[in-house]
């Protein structure tokens, strides 16, 4: 968003550099000063500034309030002025220049800023105004229809050039007459004067349409036949503002009905040929005659259309408007008439047209058939509604633009508000926006704008509002946001789709978001507080690193964002490469039998966490389900790699979660991981909770078979926490039981402990199952499960987790000394 330009005038050094010291911390662009009158016109030239700050009292011989007259004749530019009084002299001068602003000194840097932002939207305002206003006169300048304006008196403000050609007076000369002198008609037979239409609209307040055809006298004396037709210019409060006439010269017309009556050859041959559709219509609707091009118009051919009644291929909704006009015209209320319509094709397709109805009567006046024209606008009327849209929607990302959003966003909130409900805003901007403009041009740019509003809608749901703010801003509306949770979790999905790569001419380029969230009513009841509270939560999220989530004026929100960026950050560390294996040894009578694979994570900032600092975090968002399929993925290469060299028979465990074993695919992804790996099945180890087995148990007999089938190992993990039975745990082909680590805790010394590590350690033998000790961390605990007979042993007294290079030299050693990391 551009900053807006401001050009201070004060001759008082420490006012003008307070002042632009305030301004510049507000965001605004200081783009001059000057102490003088001359000064400021001079560099007013240059520097073109949005808004003027204008003392009253400045050095020169004229002061700002003359200056700032001077200055509007020459830029129309907002002054807002300065001064250390306020007498009404200066008042009453300052406000016939034009004022946009008074501020009195000493004045509050808060005071300033409002008084600015409100002089700039009055300066838009107004802007935009004259711009409708300019509009307006071209438009009425550029139609073919004699125009006059007048004020309630009835007095002329204003005629058209054609009003001005078919009356034969200048607008200069018009102006301040009363219309009936300007606008002189009278009756074509009796040659009696007519009474304007204009006048009976200013009395009686609604439209009036000329009965009869009339002659215009014009002020030369010429004469030209005129439909006429006036209606009243009412204000919001339905107060009279004054009236407007409207006349055609409708000579052509009558030279063209006349022509028609004197020669029927000459009327069929302009009759078939037009280019306008035309058709001779009965009064039951019945077509009598049509030409070709009203026949293509609603698709039927040439000769197809005889007999169809024309009325009856209208739309629907346009009948009753069509039908009314007809009696009017055969109730010799009005002379012909015109309107947009819609006809339906034979396809059944609606088609816009322009419909001229004029009726022929028989001599006695009696109706005898309608001429019908038929234009095609559609066209127009799609122009129409694409200038429609446009006031709408964003052009290049096809999301709402700014305007339509307070529109929308006011409508929810009006909505939650009755409901007594939330609603949540999220202001995002992104980061390193230029860069991709200066490198990639600014196709280039647009291009990321398109996918980032792509991005964007697929984040939320269907009912929730997108919108282009401006620049590389936009804004999201969550209605019924149930939570600062999960309005953090959107904004985290939001945070994650910005920053994957975009392709544009053979070139990735990323960016990031930067996102400040508002929520109603705890932040702003009204659509603007909310945008101004989100904003600010934006700059202090790009305060705070970029690519980051801010909630605007809450407490708590320091440790809702940290796990959110961290949800974040965990999202991206597999494409990152951010996570690691650890791997802790599995030892059997000595020698290394199986390794566990660990999982940390090499956070950029943070360092190696430890899995309980994120594998929670990861269970919670599904997470889990792509860091465990690196896992197997990368345990399985590990693998092949050790059993290649220097250890043949070694088996890799890998931990496998419950999200992972109820995904309908995950058989096979043990099929695939093995398969890229090139590892034989038995020499891999899947460690399942005993919780989890036992709280599915149908579903966990069905996977374990499965596994077992295609000859991978399956131990039941952290055994003995969960409700074990006896019964399950027979019917279950498992290799190993693993002991939790909490029953070594007190051994030796620990009756209880001992007694429920020996009736498991008996209960595996009784089954046929190996049974691993984990967490054994002294001398003690291992001669103690030692002495208990063939057991396997896990834990910080044997080894801790290793990275994959140490045991690579561990194991190298082992190789040539002839052993397999031997182990007291």
Avoid at 29 to 39: L, M, N, P, R, Y
Avoid at 418 to 425: A, E, F, T, V
Wanted: aromatic share 6%; glycine share 8%.
């Amino acid at each position: 968003m551009t900053a807006k330009r401001i050009m201070i005038v004060e001759d008082e050094a420490v006012i003008a550099m307070d002042l632009r010291y305030h301004l510049e911390a507000f965001g605004y662009d200081v783009v001059a000063t000057a102490v003088s009158g001359a000064q400021a016109l001079e560099r007013a030239e240059a520097s073109e500034p949005d808004l003027v700050m204008m003392d009253i009292m400045i050095k020169g011989p004229f002061d700002g309030i003359a200056t700032a007259e001077m200055l509007q004749e020459t830029r129309r530019v907002p002054v807002v002025f300065l001064s250390a009084n306020s007498d009404e002299s200066t008042v009453r001068r300052a406000r016939a220049a034009g004022a946009y602003g008074y501020l009195i000194k000493p004045f509050r840097p808060d005071e300033v800023r409002a008084t600015i932002e409100v002089a700039l939207v009055k300066a838009q305002m107004e802007t935009q105004l004259r711009r409708s206003e300019q509009w307006f006169a071209k438009t009425l300048h550029c139609i073919s229809d004699g125009v006059v304006a007048t004020d309630p008196e009835g007095v002329v403000r204003f005629l058209n050039p054609v009003a001005e050609r078919l009356t034969g007076w200048p607008h200069e000369h018009a102006c301040g007459r009363p219309v009936s002198e300007v606008v002189c008609t009278v009756d074509e037979t009796s040659r009696q004067p007519v009474d304007n239409p204009l006048v009976a609209a200013l009395v009686a307040r609604e439209l009036v349409q000329s009965r009869d055809t009339s002659l215009l006298v014009a002020r030369t004396g010429g004469e030209v036949p005129v439909d006429e037709g006036a209606a009243p210019i009412v204000d919001d409060e339905n107060q009279l503002l004054g009236a407007v006439l409207v006349f055609r010269d409708i000579s052509r017309r009558r030279e063209a009905e006349r022509a028609l009556r004197e020669s029927e050859e000459r009327f069929h041959s302009a009759f078939d040929h037009a280019a306008v559709g035309i058709a001779l219509v009965a009064m039951d609707g019945r077509v009598l005659q049509n030409n070709r091009s009203v026949a293509q118009l609603l698709g039927y051919g040439e000769s197809e259309l005889a007999g169809i009644n024309l009325w009856r291929l209208s739309q629907p909704e346009d009948l009753d408007a069509e039908l009314g006009a007809l009696r009017a015209l055969v109730n010799d209320e009005i002379p012909a008439f015109q309107m947009e319509k819609r006809f339906l094709r034979r396809d059944g397709a609606p088609v816009w047209t322009l419909l001229s109805v004029s009726l022929v009567r028989e001599p006695d006046g009696s109706p005898l058939y309608c001429i019908v024209q038929t234009q095609d606008i559609g066209a127009r009327k799609s122009a129409e509604q694409r200038l429609a849209q446009m006031a709408r929607q964003d052009l290049l990302t096809g999301l709402a633009n700014r305007a339509h959003l307070i529109d929308m966003a006011g409508h929810a909130l009006a909505l939650a508000r009755r409901r007594d409900d939330s609603l949540g805003l999220l202001f995002i901007d992104l980061d390193g926006f230029k860069a991709i403009n200066d490198t990639l041009g600014h196709k280039g740019g647009d291009h990321m704008l398109v996918v980032t509003a792509k991005r964007l809608r697929a984040c939320v749901r269907d009912s929730d509002i997108v919108a282009r703010w401006g620049g590389d801003e936009f804004v999201v509306v969550t209605p019924s946001a149930s939570s600062d949770e999960s309005l953090a979790r959107v904004a985290t999905n939001i945070l994650e789709e910005l920053s994957k790569p975009v392709e544009f001419a053979g070139e990735e380029s990323r960016v990031t978001g930067s996102i400040g969230v508002a929520v109603f009513p705890r932040d702003g009841t009204q659509v603007a507080n909310l945008v101004v509270s989100a904003d600010n939560a934006m700059y202090q999220a790009k305060e705070m690193g970029k690519n980051q989530v801010c909630f605007a004026g809450r407490e708590s929100a320091p440790a809702l964002l940290q796990q959110t960026r961290l949800e974040s950050q965990l999202r991206l560390a597999v494409d990152h490469g951010e996570l690691r294996l650890h791997y802790q040894p599995v030892v059997h009578r000595g020698r290394i039998d199986s390794v566990e694979a660990l999982v940390r994570w090499q956070h950029p900032q943070q360092g190696l966490l430890p899995p309980g600092d994120f594998i929670p975090l990861a269970e919670k968002s599904g997470l889990i389900l792509p860091i465990g399929a690196w896992v197997l993925k990368t345990a399985c290469a590990q693998a092949r790699l050790w059993r290649a060299g220097s250890m043949p028979r070694l088996r890799m465990a890998v931990n496998i979660s419950a999200r992972q074993i109820r995904a309908p695919d995950f058989l096979s992804s043990i099929v695939d991981a093995l398969a890229v790996a090139q590892l034989e099945p038995e020499a891999l180890e899947l460690e399942l909770t005993e919780s989890w087995l036992m709280s599915n148990f149908d579903h966990s007999v069905k996977m374990i078979d499965g596994l077992v089938s295609m000859g991978v190992q399956v131990t039941v993990d952290d055994f003995g926490t969960g409700y074990s039975s006896l019964a399950y745990l027979k019917r279950l082909r498992l290799n190993r039981l693993k002991i939790d680590r909490s029953f070594l805790a007190g051994i030796p010394g620990d009756s209880q402990g001992e007694a429920i590590v020996r009736a498991i350690f008996s209960l595996a033998r009784e089954l046929g199952l190996d049974i691993v000790a984990e967490g054994v961390e002294t001398e003690s605990q291992q001669r103690f499960l030692l002495d208990l007979g063939d057991l396997f042993l896990q834990g910080y007294r044997l080894y801790r987790p290793i990275a994959p290079e140490v045991l690579d030299q561990l194991f190298a050693g082992s190789a040539s000394s002839g052993g397999a990391g031997d182990t007291q």
